[in-house]
């Protein structure tokens, strides 16, 4: 190794010591064993520190911490030694050459804030180079057409490589656009209407309403549109509000398979939904026994027509009397108290009365009014 450089050399000097030292680096490593190599490479590297650093500090004031800067050019200077070969030339030339490269490939991999090709980040650098050269050239800001002209690239290339320069580092959404800091950028931006995009469904809706039952679309009026809940609509109608929740389930769930259907759905709100109040009544006699089908929802407004039917049926003199709700999806207080009645009757007329085919929701309901053993004695009979 050779002796310290005093502090007045020249940097060229520096630059013959290095170029010394790499030499007698190439040469006595061909006869060193692998741990004099390791001892060997490690004294080069420690000598040629500074020199790596002054190249870094070229760079700084770039946006990156000088501190990175430095790391990056001592790996570049690894690679210069692990790489040299004294019959190529200089070592300091090519050490140069070498964390320069690692350097440009650190601001061009690490340190633009969006992604951008390769290809368009050189051709911004070399934009940016040709721009500022035109610029003190003709004493005025270079046009599109001239930098092609210098770069040797056509003009969509050219502002391509200045609009992909703004991707170096971004603005924050989150930026004040004025010195009041009130008003972002973000709020600049535009963004999808969301009433625009719910139009078409706004209007399927409305046609769809038009085809569901006046209670029910009144219902949903009245819910949707007047936020009234469901006790007050209950009071309104005269119905219980488990027979409000009930309806607006079902006419929730038909708009529903309605809106995601091509063609709607048939409306099952029970049998005979032409006829008066939505109910009919029938009676049939089947040997002893008479048969009162039930079709349609019972409510306030046709359970008298139901009371009118149970009563003629217990007091025809006929020793049972069976109640057929296959075809009843709801039954509100009003028609829990007609059957209770009808049940009191036929006990007192000695009369044997069931209740056949009632759907899950329905029994149940019977169930918690008291009307279970009508209830089990119908099963039995199946």
Not at 9 to 26: I, K, N, P, R
Not at 144 to 162: K, M, N
Not at 318 to 332: E, N, Q, R
Not at 367 to 379: D, H, M, Q, T
Request: net charge negative.
């Amino acid at each position: 190794m050779s002796a310290r450089r005093p502090a007045g050399e020249s940097a060229g000097a520096m630059f013959e010591d290095l170029d010394v030292a790499a030499a007698e680096y190439a040469e006595r490593r061909s006869a060193a064993t692998p741990a004099q190599m390791d001892s060997l490479r490690e004294d080069l590297i420690r000598r040629c520190l500074p020199f790596a650093g002054r190249l870094a500090r070229r760079y700084r004031g770039r946006g990156e911490c000088l501190e990175d800067l430095e790391q990056v050019a001592r790996l570049g200077l690894v690679k210069a030694i692990d790489r040299y070969d004294p019959e190529r030339g200089s070592f300091t030339a090519y050490a140069v050459i070498t964390i320069s490269g690692e350097l440009k490939r650190h601001f061009r991999d690490r340190t633009w804030g969006v992604h951008v090709p390769r290809r368009v980040q050189d051709l911004s650098l070399e934009v940016g180079h040709a721009s500022m050269v035109l610029t003190s050239a003709l004493a005025r800001t270079p046009t599109t057409a001239e930098l092609a002209e210098r770069l040797g690239v056509s003009e969509a290339a050219v502002r391509d490589a200045v609009e992909s320069a703004a991707g170096y580092s971004p603005a924050s959404l989150n930026a004040p656009v004025s010195g009041d800091g009130v008003a972002e950028f973000g709020d600049l931006i535009g963004d999808l209407d969301g009433d625009l995009e719910s139009v078409t469904d706004k209007l399927t809706v409305m046609e769809l309403l038009l085809r569901v039952p006046a209670r029910e679309r009144r219902m949903l009026a009245m819910r949707f549109y007047g936020n009234r809940t469901q006790a007050e609509i209950a009071s309104e109608l005269g119905i219980s509000q488990m027979h409000v929740s009930r309806l607006l389930s079902r006419a929730l769930s038909w708009l529903r398979e309605a809106m995601l259907s091509d063609t709607p759905p048939r409306w099952d709100g029970g049998e005979g939904r032409a006829a008066p109040h939505g109910m009919q009544v029938t009676v049939d006699r089947d040997g002893a026994t008479l048969v009162v089908r039930v079709r349609g929802e019972v409510d306030r407004d046709n359970a008298e027509r139901l009371r009118t039917a149970l009563r003629h049926a217990t007091g025809s003199g006929t020793s049972a009397v069976v109640v057929d709700f296959a075809g009843v999806p709801l039954i509100d207080a009003a028609g829990v108290s007609v059957l209770v009645e009808a049940v009191q009757a036929a006990g007192a007329a000695t009369v044997d009365i069931c209740v056949s085919g009632a759907q899950q929701y329905v029994a149940r309901t019977l169930a918690v009014s008291g009307l279970e053993n009508v209830l089990r004695r119908a099963s039995d009979r199946v």
